[in-house]
Nanobody, 117 residues
Framework: QVQLVESGGGLVQPGGSLTLSCAAS????????MSWYRQAPGKEREFVAT????????NFADFARGRFTITRNDDANTAHLQMNNLQPDDTAMYYC??????????WGKGTQVTVSG
């Protein structure tokens, strides 16, 4: 019974910061790459950031690089996305994604981030 639960979303003014959390249950630690994706209304889901199963490698979308940081805590079985200098274009539903293989992956239900003001 794998479950990914996101939290930490909310309303923030431009230039503000938020940290999203993803709590994993039923997922063996240190075996899955953890990623964040986002989807705005009327747009396709897009990649934000990923961290490898060991935490050794991180990758970011161009819009996220330099502003967002992805981390993982395998003792707590959590992953986090720290977002700084948020802008209205960052408004979206943010999803946690765990991946090990093409047929071995899991999605969370998402947490809403709204940047306005």
């Amino acid at each position: 019974q794998v479950q990914l639960v996101e939290s930490g979303g909310g309303l923030v003014q431009p230039g503000g910061s938020l940290t999203l959390s993803c709590a994993a249950s039923g997922l063996p630690p240190r075996r899955y790459a953890m990623s964040w994706y986002r989807q705005a209304p009327g747009k396709e889901r897009e990649f934000v950031a990923t961290i490898s199963s060991t935490g050794a490698t991180r990758n970011f979308a161009d819009f996220a690089r330099g502003r967002f940081t992805i981390t993982r805590n395998d003792d707590a079985n959590t992953a986090h996305l720290q977002m700084n200098n948020l802008q209205p274009d960052d408004t979206a539903m943010y999803y946690c994604y765990a991946f090990r293989a093409r047929s071995d992956d899991f999605w969370g239900k998402g947490t809403q981030v709204t940047v306005s003001g």
